[in-house]
């Protein structure tokens, strides 16, 4: 298993943890052992489920019992997941979440179920090489998400979930006709200067999707004609034209040189996990981010900011919940994980979607 590093260090490297291994005998015969726990390897079984799937069981639970309890597993999990103890954790509402993590987790000890993810496949184009990240997420500390690109719009699926948002949502989406322009820094400053630009390109994009919808009910009118490219510097939210999108990405992507990025602070009232994020980004995007209730409750998608720090960080601005999330890429390299086709990437994430919709 791997693991996020300690909350909120995102540029630490992954931490690993085996769960279980498997001797192989003689005529294709094995042994399965469990290493949940801290008594040492005990028996186990793996059963093939079906292609690209495959589940584990422990057939000698006792081994992740300690002598001291429930509280001494609790404080020993807190200690390896978090880093800290329950005292460090003044935040009410964080020693919530967290006890709540520890029961669902421990609950099936080690029995679980795998399924195959398949890395994002990379094109020219791409605003910056997809793949794993680490990210910030406020009081539920660090989780994995996968950065993919689907035309003019990113993705942020969740490979990690928490109480609110389950592995498999899309906890970002990325609009990339619609870059945003930020302003100088002390206008930046102003939480309700950025607010006003993000709700002036979410109200055009709305206008844009009416439009849509009339034309293709045969409105009045007939089809509009395309709009000019803009001419001169973007406009705060201003849309690129289709064919500049990838040029411009590319161009970003490959060329953004350390003195070359814009200054970047964050507003006055958002709150960040971690305060050494970059003080220079490439360029910012206008996107949603996906909030909902204790146990995936009312979601709803609400508008924020994609800030493209370089290669490997990126960053979110969740408008509505005055919130900041930094990522960091996940520098870890996984064998065999590339996708055998563009539609098989996809297929995957519609099926880990499904799980928890």
Not at 53 to 79: A, P, Y
Not at 216 to 233: F, K, N, V
């Amino acid at each position: 298993m791997y693991l996020p590093p300690h909350d909120p260090h995102v540029d630490d490297p992954m931490r690993f943890k085996p769960l279980f291994r498997v001797h192989l005998m003689e005529r294709k015969s094995a042994t399965v052992e469990c290493m949940y726990g801290h008594r040492g390897p005990h028996n186990g079984h793996i059963q093939i489920v079906k292609k690209d799937e495959f589940s584990t069981k422990c057939n000698q639970t006792d081994h992740h019992r300690m002598s001291g309890g429930r509280q001494e597993e609790f404080r020993t999990w807190l200690r390896e997941e978090w880093g800290r103890t329950l005292e460090d954790i003044f935040h009410e509402h964080m020693q919530e979440l967290i006890l709540m993590k520890f029961i669902y987790t421990s609950q099936y000890d080690n029995c679980l179920t795998y399924r195959r993810i398949y890395l994002p496949p990379s094109h020219p184009d791409d605003l910056i090489r997809p793949g794993l990240f680490k990210g910030t997420y406020g009081s539920h500390g660090l989780e994995i998400v996968m950065l993919s690109f689907h035309g003019k719009r990113a993705r942020g699926t969740k490979i990690t979930g928490d109480p609110n948002i389950p592995a498999g949502q899309q906890t970002v989406e990325i609009d990339l006709r619609h870059r945003i322009q930020l302003p100088d820094v002390e206008s930046l400053r102003s939480f309700s200067e950025l607010s006003r630009l993000v709700l002036d390109v979410r109200e055009r994009l709305r206008q844009e999707q009416q439009q849509e919808s009339g034309l293709e009910d045969g409105g009045a009118g007939g089809r509009q004609s395309p709009r000019e490219p803009q001419q001169g510097p973007a406009q705060p939210g201003a849309e690129l034209p289709a064919e500049k999108v990838g040029e411009a990405r590319g161009a970003e992507a490959a060329g953004a040189q350390p003195g070359q990025g814009q200054p970047f602070v964050l507003p006055v009232g958002v709150s960040s996990r971690n305060e050494d994020y970059p003080r220079t980004c490439r360029m910012c995007f206008y996107g949603t981010g996906l909030i909902a209730g204790h146990g995936f409750t009312s979601p709803e998608r609400t508008p924020g900011v994609f800030i493209l720090f370089d290669e490997d960080r990126f960053g979110f601005i969740w408008l509505e919940l005055k919130s900041f999330s930094l990522y960091s890429r996940v520098q870890a390299t996984f064998r065999n994980a590339e996708a055998p086709s563009p539609q098989a990437f996809e297929e995957m994430l519609k099926n880990i979607q499904s799980l928890t919709s």
